[in-house]
């Protein structure tokens, strides 16, 4: 976890550096600048959730930002954020479908995957405010409500347990990546592009503080932020590849008691699970990509410079 955590503050470096730069080239004045925190949650819509937000399924989030106010409706914030989102096909366990030439299959319920993950955001916002905003005094009290658009980076690791111990997914290849039967798919990468779009307001509440709410959803780069994105490898090939945890996490069939495998005997590799080889894993039919969600209450602070007095409320 510290290693990923290293990793991905190096990957954000450079965003940082350029805020800085822009807060530092941009001739600063009195309430132009401001620092905050966010606190609330994160969620997230992709295979494990069947491309819904599920209110039972939302994680905690928190995340610091620096925000530059250059004219009275447009603004830039540098983003910091942390997340957690996670998917489970026991939610939709009754649900059925056609699946593969079955009528009424019940998909989840036998396909039986689930998952976690932190995810680590460094991100630029561009931010439309509604109303102007007054930059030239400290005496109003403006309500602005807001809408952003940006770029940026994230990093996130899947995870499920198994056996009562955590696992990491990706470097099982539970859909045969980067195996030698399946030269053109490689392993997914576990940082990818993302691109915010949200909303928000905010209330200034004394001469140097504003508190508020922001909602936004992050477009991302990738359909494996749960592991599920493909289709169902050869289990030999999973087997050779990962070996028994690998097959055992690609395929969670077995843990149904009305299929027939058994997880204490050796396992028959060919067309024994429920599942065959080619039979589809992600079952999309809306999203390419999956996508996740952070929203929370915010406070900032106004940077005062010198010549300024202290701070009131």
């Known amino acids: 976890m510290f290693f990923s955590i290293f990793a991905f503050m190096r990957i954000s470096k450079s965003y940082i550096l350029i805020a800085l730069n822009l807060f530092l080239v941009s001739g600063l004045k009195s309430q132009n600048v401001e620092v905050g925190l966010m606190l609330g949650g994160s969620n997230y819509l992709g295979d494990l959730s069947n491309e819904t937000f599920l209110m039972d399924q939302t994680k905690f989030s928190a995340s610091i930002f620096g925000r530059y106010n250059f004219l009275p409706r447009f603004s830039m914030k540098g983003f910091i954020g942390y997340g957690r989102v996670a998917g489970d096909d026991n939610n939709f ?12 299959f019940k998909f989840n319920y036998y396909r039986n995957l689930n998952f976690y993950s932190d995810i680590y955001e460094a991100s630029v916002h561009a931010e439309y405010n509604l109303r102007k905003m007054d930059l030239n005094t400290y005496q109003s009290r403006p309500f602005i409500p807001y809408v952003f658009g940006g ?8 995870k499920s347990t198994f056996d009562g111990k955590e696992v990491e997914l990706q470097p099982l290849a539970t859909e045969g990546q980067g195996s030698t039967t399946y030269n053109d798919l490689k392993k997914y990468s576990l940082t990818s592009i ?35 994105g493909g289709l169902y490898a050869s289990n030999s090939v999973v087997n050779g590849a990962t070996g028994r945890v690998g097959l055992l996490m690609s395929d969670r069939s077995w843990e149904r008691p009305d299929v027939n495998v058994s997880p204490d005997l050796d396992f028959p590799l060919n067309n024994d699970y429920l599942f065959e080889e080619g039979f589809k894993r992600s079952d999309r039919k809306t999203f390419s990509n999956d996508m996740y969600f952070m929203a929370g209450i915010t406070i900032s602070y106004v940077i005062r410079f010198r010549g300024q007095g202290c701070p009131t409320f």
């Open 194 to 228: 993302c691109l915010p779009v949200g909303l928000g307001f905010r209330q200034k509440i004394g001469d140097d503080f504003f508190i508020g709410v922001e909602a936004g959803l992050r477009f991302t780069r990738t359909n494996y932020l749960d592991d599920v």
């Open 151 to 158: 770029i940026g980076l994230f990093h996130f690791n899947p």
């Open 93 to 104: 366990k009754d649900e059925t479908r056609s699946y593969s030439g079955i009528e009424d």
